[in-house]
Structures are given as structure tokens and as C-alpha cells.
């Protein structure tokens, strides 16, 4: 239970060993680098202005620039390319620099990516013009002429073009009286009939009405040649030299699939070199030197001297304590079965510098409020299970919510047991009891435990609140706002058993009533005070209710346990009914276990937040971050070892 | 008369299966929607994405808590016991909480998953607090859970 103790960092080096220097700083991993603040008045002074910052800014924007070309180039190469299911790259640090010297040459492969998305672009769009066309062309098929004879001769006049499908059969019928004109139905399409149709010069009057009572639609066909059937069939072809191209496209970039790899390195360096950049663009430059400020733990100070000797003789190293209010970055350190829980706390908010690492009292709750809403022996194996192994194969943060799951799971056999659950009804199928009560058959007191344990836990939180009061030395606070309440909430369960319980919530209620509005000016404000005081009985009472959400979603998983558990007895039968049983069984168990083990985590999660982090909790910190090595593809051969 | 101790008890069952049920798909539904957008962004945001648009659907299970309750109470699973009907009222009445309660509350709560998503999409650390949120609109659910199984358990 401890926030470790930093120290602030000053360095000055010489600008020549700034790289090497940051190189170590983020091979180890022990130093954060923050903004430097100058000291006020500085700016008057004459060398002022010889200073520089931030001038890493062109480099960083130029990485950033490139790690997002890296990152499409990979993206590109993924969904074209079948990768194999990544593992990570093991490399050597004389890879990466082989890398970084080869810089240029990978980029021109994520160029390359570029120009084949761009010509795919094109491509495509072009298909979809050429696409259109045929589809322009399709109606005109049954025309067996070139377009280019549709042309107006000395006594007649050549039309094609279409009238709304519902006008078709009268314009047919408008047209057949004349003798001297020809209509032809090409046919239909969608909205609308095509027609070819062609009449003697002297019928122009009657044609004109016609087009116009029957909304006929000239067809235009631009400068195209040769009939319909010709032309669909020459963009055809043009289409299918497009699928060659984009074929042909496809396969050399399958080719470029075999420097992913490189790719791969190369974003991981880029990615680490940015965030050097970034961290040294925090520091203040002269021609010959830089400064920068970080934190380091106080453990690690030695080390860190040692680090920067290792890469140069020149340069000097200044440790501070924080000042009194200065907050400094939170690095919470607890030993193994807290550890993990550290996510829980930190999800909700780190704890602030000048408060207290609360994950001891954070563990056991939140461990016994998962375990008991899954409250099953079978469920908890699995989850003790897949805990354990996520927590072996996964690193960070996904590793402490391993270890959550893992200890969750545990706790919640240990209420399985007590609670007789093993894969819900299975165990009582078989005849074995629970240890302490079943809950389906006793609810009540199953609810009244679920309120107790919430009742024992706020009770907890303001206890770690009064812990706080008297470590700073308020001990008249620690009795006035937590004993009175102590007195009184304990009190009042306690009438119902003993006479004397009435007493003691008087006496706690009472001294609330004098004392809350001590802060108050005068005798009004200070009864007022107490009273709005007394009336935040009612916040606890909400927040022991709220507590109830144990026994709902126990219940809730151990029910949806029994259905599944009943279907299958009810298929049962037979060998294939077993099979099918067995099927339901396993399915019915794998979502209940997905389902109620996140609702379990969540609503654990909650009470340790909303309930129990309301009576003392301080969070806002900032969270403990040295620059280190962060990677997505790669691992280096020397940390494998570690 | 239709509307025997029996039926009014299925009735009741009925009810606290379909809305809640109802609710659920739609709350999930909205968060699913809205998670469908962040991950064609983003693909590894899957795992976040799918624990917001899951925390509506519980409601659809205590629904079918109930419901099954009332079941095994009036013994579905090997001849309905008789009821009488007020007994049967008695039932469809303790299937109601649960029933609106859960339909309105995963409405609502697919709602906040569904801001819980955007602010994923920009924060993808800030999951846990998008979870949180989410949950508070459940422990409305929640209590409505627990005095429909207190009364359909002690009818």
C-alpha cells in the first residue's frame, strides 16, 4: 500500500551526447521526461534568446508523416494479402539499426503501396464508367443498325428513343394508323420502353405532337459507332483488359507481401525514435548543451547516474524532493495479490500524488464481490483457469486484468462451495449441499448477507478515511465525522437485537447534530449544518441497498445456469439427445460465463467506485510513465531472455 | 372465462420475457451500430466496443430470471399445477417491474453505450469509465429484478 517516492531530475549535458543519452534513458526505462520550466525572469536575460525549443518539432512531424505512410502501406499489404497469424518479430538491436539505415528503401516500398492504391483507384473507376456505358447500350441491343446510319435522308426522318413503360402501348397504337411511318419496339427497361422509329418528312407536324403527348425522349449517342451489339461487346472487352490490369496489380503486390517485415521493423523504430523526439522536444537546447527535468523513483536514482555514466563523462545531475504541494507522477507499488487490482483502481482514476494508494482494501472487496456473483464452483475454475493462462501470455495492463480474473475466480469457488453451485444446479442434481445456504431456496438471507457485506465494506472505506484523518493529525475530524457515524450506524442495526442499541445511535446521532456544522460561523449555520448532516443517513442507506445488485446478478447467473442445465436433462434421452444435451450444455455455460462474468466484473467494479470510493477516495494523479520501449511487432532478443 | 389462474401466470411470463427482451435487442442494437462504425475504423477496438454493446443485454436475462421463477413455480416442465386466478394475477402483477422497468432501462441504457462507444473512439483508455456509466442506467433494472423475483418468489 504505498505510492513510491520520486525525485525530481535535473540533467545538463552536452548536445552532442543527447541522443545517446535519450537512447539509454529509453533502453532502461526509469526516467519520465516532463516539460521544463524555466525559472521566472529568465526571459530578461541577454542569452535568452540564444535558447531553443521545441526544435524537434520538423523532425517529429516529418516521423509522424512517415509512420502514417508505414501504416497504410501495412494496411494495404493486410488486405490484399493473406498474413500469417502474427507472432511477434524477434530481432536484434543491430536489426533495427540495419533497419533505420535502410530507412529510404522501405519507405519507397510504402510509396509503392501508394501508387498501387491509387492505379486500383483509377482503375476501378474507370470499370464503373465503362460499366454504366453497357448498361446505356443494353436497351438498344434488338437495333440492328450502326448508329451512325441514323441519320435523317432527304424525305425521312430517323429517330430512336424511349417513352415512360405505361405510355408504350398507346404510342404504339398512335402511330400505327400512319403509313408512312415505321415503329419498331426494342424493348424494356425499368421505367421506360425503347423504341426505333422512322416517318416520312411530311408527318413532322403530327410526329412533334406525338413526341410530346407521349413524352418520347431522344436517345443521345454522342460520337459512338457501329450497332449497340458492337459497341457492348468492345467495352466488354475493355473491361475484362481492366480486370487483367487490376489481376496483374493484385499479384505484385502479393510480391511486396515478403517485405512486411520490414515494414513491420521499421513503424516499431519509427514509432520508438518518435517518441524519443517527442520526449526531448521537451528539453531546452543551446548550441552546445541541453537541459531537461524529469522524475525518477528514488530507488532508481543511483541507477539512473550509472546509466548516464555509461554514455558520457560530461554532465551534471541534480535530485530534488517534490515540493510540499507539487504533485508528481504516481507509481503505486504492492506485492502480488494486490498487484493486479492496481487496473481496477486505475480505470476509475489514478490516485493523486498526496493521497493513498488504496489497492490493498481495493483487492480483497473487489475479488469477494466478482466471486460471489458468479458464486459457482464450475464457472470459477474456468475463470481461475483462463486467468491464470492470459495472465501468463499477456503483458501490462492485460496482464493485471488476468490476474483480476484469475483471483475472481478463485473466490468465486470458495462461494461456490459455500453457496452449494457447481454449474448451477448441477451439484444439487447430484445431491451435494452447500456449506452455508442455498440461495434459490433461501433468498432472503442470501439478500440480507449481499446488504451485510456492503453494510462491512462502507463501513471499511470510512474507516480508511479516518485512517487518513489521524495520519494527518485531524483526530478530533476522524471522531466528529467517522466515529459519530461509526456510532450510529452500527447503532441502528443494533436495536433490533439489544436495548442498549438505541443508545448508541443517539449518542452518534447526536454528537453528528452538534458537531457537523463546526465549520459554520454562527449557531445557525452550525445547527443547520448537523442537520443537513443527519440527513446524509439517507445516502447510506441508498448506497447499502445498492448493494443488492450482489445477490441480483448471482441469482441472475446461477437461473440462466439452470436453464441451460434444464434443457439439456429434458434432451437427455437418448444417445443422440446426450449429444445434443452435451452440445447445450457447453454453448449455454460458455455464453452464461461471458455474459454474467461481465456483468460480475462491471458492477464489482461499481460498488468499489460509487460506493465504497465516495467515503475517502482521492484520484486525479498522473500516472507514472518513463520513456521506454514501446512496440506492436516486434520483441527484442535480449528482453526475450529477461 | 379465457383467463384463468394458468394463463394470467404464462401471461405473466410472457411479459417478462418479451419486454425486457425487446428493450435489450434494441439497446444492443443501438451500441452494436454505433461499434460497427469505430471498428471500420479500427479494428482492434473490437473487445472495447463489444463490452459496451453487451451491457444492455442484461436486462433480456433478468426478464428470462423471472419468467423462469414463475416456471418452475407453477411447474411448466411437468403439468401445470391448477391456480386460481387470483393467484395467476398475483403472478402476471410480479412480472411487471422487471418487465417495464427492463424494457425502458436497456432503451436508455443502449443509449449511454452508445456515447460510451464515440468516446472510445476517440479515448480508447477511458473504457472503464464508459462502463461505469452504462451500469449506473442498469441498477435501475437491477431493483426492479429483485422485487419481482422477492413477489413471484413468495407468492
Given at each position: 500500500?504505498?505510492?513510491?517516492?520520486?525525485?525530481?531530475?535535473?540533467?545538463?549535458?552536452?548536445?552532442?551526447?543527447?541522443?545517446?543519452?535519450?537512447?539509454?534513458?529509453?533502453?532502461?526505462?526509469?526516467?519520465?521526461?516532463?516539460?521544463?520550466?524555466?525559472?521566472?525572469?529568465?526571459?530578461?536575460?541577454?542569452?535568452?534568446?540564444?535558447?531553443?525549443?521545441?526544435?524537434?518539432?520538423?523532425?517529429?512531424?516529418?516521423?509522424?508523416?512517415?509512420?502514417?505512410?508505414?501504416?497504410?502501406?501495412?494496411?494495404?499489404?493486410?488486405?490484399?494479402?493473406?498474413a500469417d497469424q502474427e507472432k511477434k518479430l524477434l530481432v536484434s538491436?543491430?536489426d533495427l539499426?540495419?533497419?533505420?539505415?535502410?530507412?529510404?528503401?522501405?519507405?519507397?516500398?510504402?510509396?509503392?503501396?501508394?501508387?498501387?492504391?491509387?492505379?486500383?483507384?483509377?482503375?476501378?473507376?474507370?470499370?464503373?464508367?465503362?460499366?454504366?456505358?453497357?448498361?446505356?447500350?443494353?436497351?438498344?441491343?434488338?437495333?440492328?443498325?450502326?448508329?451512325?446510319?441514323?441519320?435523317?435522308?432527304?424525305?425521312?426522318?430517323?429517330?430512336?428513343?424511349?417513352?415512360?413503360?405505361?405510355?408504350?402501348?398507346?404510342?404504339?397504337?398512335?402511330?400505327?394508323?400512319?403509313?408512312?411511318?415505321?415503329?419498331?419496339?426494342?424493348?424494356?427497361?425499368?421505367?421506360?420502353?425503347?423504341?426505333?422509329?422512322?416517318?416520312?418528312?411530311?408527318?413532322?407536324?403530327?410526329?412533334?405532337?406525338?413526341?410530346?403527348?407521349?413524352?418520347?425522349?431522344?436517345?443521345?449517342?454522342?460520337?459512338?459507332?457501329?450497332?449497340?451489339?458492337?459497341?457492348?461487346?468492345?467495352?466488354?472487352?475493355?473491361?475484362?483488359?481492366?480486370?487483367?490490369?487490376?489481376?496483374?496489380?493484385?499479384?505484385?503486390?502479393?510480391?511486396?507481401?515478403?517485405?512486411r517485415a520490414?515494414?513491420m521493423m521499421?513503424l516499431d523504430?519509427?514509432?520508438?525514435?518518435?517518441?524519443?523526439?517527442?520526449?526531448?522536444?521537451?528539453?531546452?537546447?543551446?548550441?552546445?548543451?541541453?537541459?531537461?527535468?524529469?522524475?525518477?523513483?528514488?530507488?532508481?536514482?543511483?541507477?539512473?547516474?550509472?546509466?548516464?555514466?555509461?554514455?558520457?563523462?560530461?554532465?551534471?545531475?541534480?535530485?530534488?524532493?517534490?515540493?510540499?504541494?507539487?504533485?508528481?507522477?504516481?507509481?503505486?507499488?504492492?506485492?502480488?495479490?494486490?498487484?493486479?487490482?492496481?487496473?481496477?483502481?486505475?480505470?476509475?482514476?489514478?490516485?493523486?500524488?498526496?493521497?493513498?494508494?488504496?489497492?490493498?482494501?481495493?483487492?480483497?472487496?473487489?475479488?469477494?464481490?466478482?466471486?460471489?456473483?458468479?458464486?459457482?464452483?464450475?464457472?470459477?475454475?474456468?475463470?481461475?483457469?483462463?486467468?491464470?493462462?492470459?495472465?501468463?501470455k499477456a503483458t501490462?495492463?492485460?496482464?493485471?486484468?488476468?490476474?483480476?480474473?484469475?483471483?475472481?475466480?478463485?473466490?468465486?469457488?470458495?462461494?461456490?462451495?459455500?453457496?452449494?453451485?457447481?454449474?448451477?444446479?448441477?451439484?444439487?442434481?447430484?445431491?451435494?449441499?452447500?456449506?452455508?445456504?442455498?440461495?434459490?431456496?433461501?433468498?432472503?438471507?442470501?439478500?440480507?448477507?449481499?446488504?451485510?457485506?456492503?453494510?462491512?465494506?462502507?463501513?471499511?472505506?470510512?474507516?480508511?478515511?479516518?485512517?487518513?484523518?489521524?495520519?494527518?493529525?485531524?483526530?478530533?475530524?476522524?471522531?466528529?465525522?467517522?466515529?459519530?457515524?461509526?456510532?450510529?450506524?452500527?447503532?441502528?442495526?443494533?436495536?433490533?437485537?439489544?436495548?442498549?442499541?438505541?443508545?448508541?445511535?443517539?449518542?452518534?446521532?447526536?454528537?453528528?447534530?452538534?458537531?457537523?456544522?463546526?465549520?459554520?460561523?454562527?449557531?445557525?449555520?452550525?445547527?443547520?449544518?448537523?442537520?443537513?448532516?443527519?440527513?446524509?443517513?439517507?445516502?447510506?442507506?441508498?448506497?447499502?441497498?445498492?448493494?443488492?445488485?450482489?445477490?441480483?446478478?448471482?441469482?441472475?447467473?446461477?437461473?440462466?445456469?439452470?436453464?441451460?442445465?434444464?434443457?439439456?436433462?429434458?434432451?437427455?434421452?437418448?444417445?443422440?439427445?446426450?449429444?445434443?444435451?452435451?452440445?447445450?450444455?457447453?454453448?449455454?455455460?460458455?455464453?452464461?460465463?461471458?455474459?454474467?462474468?461481465?456483468?460480475?466484473?462491471?458492477?464489482?467494479?461499481?460498488?468499489?467506485?460509487?460506493?465504497?470510493?465516495?467515503?475517502?477516495?482521492?484520484?486525479?494523479?498522473?500516472?507514472?510513465?518513463?520513456?521506454?520501449k514501446v512496440t506492436k511487432y516486434i520483441s527484442l532478443e535480449?528482453e526475450e531472455?529477461? | 372465462?379465457?383467463?384463468?389462474?394458468?394463463?394470467?401466470?404464462?401471461?405473466?411470463?410472457?411479459?417478462?420475457?418479451?419486454?425486457?427482451?425487446?428493450?435489450?435487442?434494441?439497446?444492443?442494437?443501438?451500441?452494436?451500430?454505433?461499434?460497427?462504425?469505430?471498428?471500420?475504423?479500427?479494428?482492434?477496438?473490437?473487445?472495447?466496443?463489444?463490452?459496451?454493446?453487451?451491457?444492455?443485454?442484461?436486462?433480456?436475462?433478468?426478464?428470462?430470471?423471472?419468467?423462469?421463477?414463475?416456471?418452475?413455480?407453477?411447474?411448466?416442465?411437468?403439468?401445470?399445477?391448477?391456480?386460481?386466478?387470483?393467484?395467476?394475477?398475483?403472478?402476471?402483477?410480479?412480472?411487471?417491474?422487471?418487465?417495464?422497468?427492463?424494457?425502458?432501462?436497456?432503451?436508455?441504457?443502449?443509449?449511454?453505450?452508445?456515447?460510451?462507444?464515440?468516446?472510445?473512439?476517440?479515448?480508447?483508455?477511458?473504457?472503464?469509465?464508459?462502463?461505469?456509466?452504462?451500469?449506473?442506467?442498469?441498477?435501475?433494472?437491477?431493483?426492479?429484478?429483485?422485487?419481482?423475483?422477492?413477489?413471484?418468489?413468495?407468492?
Amino acid at each position: 500500500m504505498a505510492i513510491i517516492d520520486m525525485s525530481k531530475v535535473d540533467l545538463l549535458g552536452l548536445a552532442k551526447d543527447k541522443e545517446r543519452i535519450l537512447q539509454a534513458f529509453q533502453d532502461t526505462g526509469y526516467l519520465e521526461i516532463v516539460d521544463m520550466e524555466l525559472p521566472e525572469g529568465m526571459e530578461d536575460e541577454e542569452w535568452f534568446s540564444s535558447l531553443s525549443f521545441q526544435a524537434g518539432n520538423e523532425t517529429i512531424e516529418r516521423l509522424e508523416r512517415e509512420i502514417s505512410e508505414v501504416e497504410f502501406a501495412l494496411r494495404f499489404l493486410d488486405e490484399r494479402v493473406q498474413a500469417d497469424q502474427e507472432k511477434k518479430l524477434l530481432v536484434s538491436a543491430e536489426d533495427l539499426d540495419a533497419v533505420w539505415a535502410d530507412k529510404e528503401e522501405i519507405l519507397s516500398i510504402a510509396q509503392t503501396c501508394r501508387d498501387f492504391d491509387a492505379e486500383e483507384n483509377e482503375i476501378d473507376s474507370r470499370r464503373h464508367r465503362l460499366r454504366n456505358e453497357v448498361n446505356k447500350y443494353m436497351p438498344w441491343l434488338g437495333l440492328n443498325l450502326s448508329l451512325e446510319d441514323l441519320e435523317d435522308t432527304a424525305n425521312v426522318i430517323v429517330r430512336a428513343g424511349s417513352v415512360p413503360k405505361n405510355m408504350a402501348a398507346e404510342f404504339i397504337a398512335a402511330v400505327e394508323p400512319y403509313e408512312m411511318a415505321i415503329l419498331k419496339e426494342l424493348g424494356e427497361e425499368k421505367e421506360d420502353a425503347y423504341f426505333f422509329v422512322a416517318f416520312h418528312k411530311s408527318l413532322r407536324q403530327e410526329a412533334r405532337e406525338a413526341a410530346k403527348k407521349f413524352d418520347f425522349t431522344q436517345a443521345n449517342f454522342g460520337d459512338d459507332k457501329g450497332t449497340p451489339e458492337e459497341i457492348i461487346a468492345g467495352l466488354e472487352k475493355k473491361i475484362e483488359g481492366l480486370f487483367t490490369q487490376k489481376n496483374l496489380l493484385q499479384h505484385r503486390a502479393e510480391e511486396l507481401a515478403g517485405k512486411r517485415a520490414g515494414l513491420m521493423m521499421l513503424l516499431d523504430v519509427m514509432h520508438m525514435r518518435l517518441q524519443r523526439e517527442k520526449a526531448a522536444n521537451q528539453s531546452v537546447a543551446s548550441a552546445k548543451t541541453f537541459a531537461l527535468k524529469g522524475w525518477v523513483k528514488n530507488s532508481d536514482r543511483q541507477t539512473l547516474e550509472d546509466i548516464i555514466k555509461g554514455t558520457t563523462e560530461f554532465y551534471k545531475l541534480t535530485y530534488s524532493a517534490p515540493e510540499d504541494d507539487e504533485p508528481f507522477p504516481v507509481y503505486t507499488e504492492n506485492k502480488l495479490p494486490v498487484t493486479p487490482f492496481e487496473m481496477v483502481t486505475n480505470l476509475y482514476s489514478v490516485p493523486a500524488s498526496n493521497g493513498i494508494d488504496p489497492n490493498n482494501v481495493v483487492a480483497p472487496f473487489h475479488a469477494m464481490f466478482l466471486g460471489l456473483m458468479m458464486g459457482d464452483v464450475g464457472y470459477g475454475i474456468l475463470l481461475a483457469l483462463g486467468g491464470f493462462f492470459f495472465r501468463k501470455k499477456a503483458t501490462g495492463g492485460a496482464k493485471k486484468l488476468g490476474g483480476v480474473i484469475m483471483y475472481g475466480g478463485i473466490a468465486s469457488i470458495i462461494w461456490g462451495v459455500l453457496l452449494g453451485s457447481y454449474f448451477g444446479d448441477v451439484g444439487t442434481r447430484l445431491g451435494i449441499k452447500p456449506l452455508l445456504l442455498n440461495p434459490m431456496e433461501d433468498p432472503v438471507t442470501m439478500l440480507g448477507l449481499s446488504l451485510g457485506l456492503g453494510f462491512i465494506h462502507i463501513m471499511v472505506g470510512m474507516g480508511v478515511k479516518a485512517y487518513m484523518l489521524i495520519k494527518e493529525k485531524k483526530y478530533l475530524d476522524a471522531v466528529f465525522d467517522i466515529g459519530f457515524w461509526y456510532l450510529l450506524l452500527v447503532g441502528l442495526p443494533l436495536i433490533a437485537l439489544f436495548p442498549w442499541g438505541k443508545y448508541l445511535a443517539l449518542v452518534g446521532a447526536g454528537g453528528l447534530l452538534l458537531t457537523a456544522g463546526r465549520e459554520k460561523k454562527n449557531i445557525f449555520g452550525k445547527l443547520m449544518g448537523g442537520l443537513g448532516s443527519l440527513y446524509g443517513i439517507t445516502g447510506y442507506l441508498s448506497d447499502i441497498l445498492s448493494y443488492s445488485r450482489l445477490f441480483a446478478l448471482l441469482l441472475s447467473s446461477a437461473v440462466v445456469a439452470m436453464v441451460f442445465n434444464q434443457i439439456a436433462a429434458m434432451m437427455g434421452t437418448s444417445i443422440i439427445g446426450y449429444v445434443f444435451a452435451a452440445i447445450i450444455f457447453v454453448i449455454g455455460h460458455t455464453f452464461n460465463l461471458f455474459i454474467g462474468g461481465l456483468g460480475a466484473f462491471v458492477h464489482g467494479s461499481r460498488l468499489i467506485y460509487v460506493e465504497f470510493f465516495s467515503k475517502f477516495y482521492m484520484g486525479g494523479g498522473h500516472a507514472f510513465d518513463p520513456l521506454h520501449k514501446v512496440t506492436k511487432y516486434i520483441s527484442l532478443e535480449n528482453e526475450e531472455a529477461k | 372465462m379465457i383467463f384463468t389462474g394458468q394463463v394470467l401466470a404464462v401471461i405473466g411470463i410472457a411479459l417478462a420475457v418479451i419486454l425486457p427482451g425487446i428493450g435489450s435487442a434494441m439497446g444492443v442494437r443501438n451500441a452494436g451500430e454505433a461499434g460497427a462504425g469505430v471498428v471500420t475504423e479500427d479494428p482492434d477496438k473490437f473487445g472495447q466496443v463489444l463490452i459496451l454493446e453487451l451491457l444492455p443485454g442484461t436486462q433480456g436475462i433478468y426478464g428470462l430470471l423471472v419468467g423462469f421463477i414463475i416456471m418452475t413455480k407453477i411447474n411448466v416442465f411437468g403439468g401445470m399445477i391448477d391456480l386460481s386466478q387470483a393467484e395467476g394475477m398475483l403472478y402476471l402483477a410480479g412480472s411487471l417491474p422487471i418487465a417495464f422497468v427492463g424494457l425502458l432501462s436497456a432503451i436508455q441504457q443502449g443509449k449511454v453505450s452508445t456515447a460510451g462507444v464515440s468516446m472510445i473512439a476517440k479515448r480508447p483508455k477511458e473504457v472503464g469509465k464508459a462502463m461505469i456509466l452504462s451500469a449506473m442506467v442498469e441498477t435501475y433494472a437491477v431493483l426492479a429484478l429483485l422485487a419481482s423475483f422477492l413477489v413471484v418468489y413468495f407468492i
